[in-house]
């Protein structure tokens, strides 16, 4: 079969190494181009956007797709949507790969708000929050002169992009906490702000927060899309396993 995941995640990553392992079915991995450096994907790779649905219903026809797998971050519902309504259109099987939420455990101090602007109103007067938010919605917290921010993103913001007082710092999330309690204590953060993105990745500063008994602001996931959904990467092969027995 020829599999189209539409990428920018972990999970897409991780599944994209088991398909190549198993070499069965033809892959493309599809990337936003939100990055100026993706990581390596086990798989031929395409960047930039489809131009909306039309153009996802126009390339999954002329490219022969056989089924998509969504695995684009729970907060990029845009790309999600029109997965669901493309595939509908052209009639291409499509799994959604949603990971669970994290969830608060003994030790932790979550305020859950509904949106990024909910989180600016969440933090009190003179915080000086970590945002681990990305550099697309940091504009937000722009207004709020009386706070000190520790900002980190993968790229560097516009150069017109408004931000709010505090320091930047270019990276990807690190996999230890104990890098993250130390980078919380020399800034002096009183607050984490961060999606509730789950997994793996970008889970060592919940853990660092909790370690500092600093409390998080934790945007809930927005609405799903609407497709069918599996929680992890071998359930995935297991729905193109039976694909592909009926093909
Ligand atoms: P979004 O708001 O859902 O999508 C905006 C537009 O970007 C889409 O309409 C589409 O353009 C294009 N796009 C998004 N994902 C694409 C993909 N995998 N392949 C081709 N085009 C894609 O997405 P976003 O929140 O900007 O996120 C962009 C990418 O970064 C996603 O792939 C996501 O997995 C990743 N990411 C997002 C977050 C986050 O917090 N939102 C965090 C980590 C990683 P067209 O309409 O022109 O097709």
Redesign the pocket.
Known sequence: MRLLI????GD?RALAARLGEEGRHSVI???????ARPEVYGAHT????????E??VAYLRETGIDAVVD????????????AVAACDRAGVALLRLDRPEWRPEAGDDWREVTDLGEAVAALPHGARPFLA??R??IGVFAPRGDLFCLMRMIDPPAPDQPLPPGRLVLGRPPEDAHVEVAAFRDHGVTHVVT?N?GGPWGYAKIEAARRLGLPVVMVRRPPCAGAQTVADTQAVLGWIARLAERC
């Open positions: 539409l990428g920018g995640t897409a991995v599809s990337l936003a181009g939100a990055v395409r960047i930039g956007g489809f131009g909306g649905v153009g996802l695995a684009t971050h729970p907060f990029a519902r845009t790309m999600s949507a029109n938010i990305g697309k919605e999606k993105s």
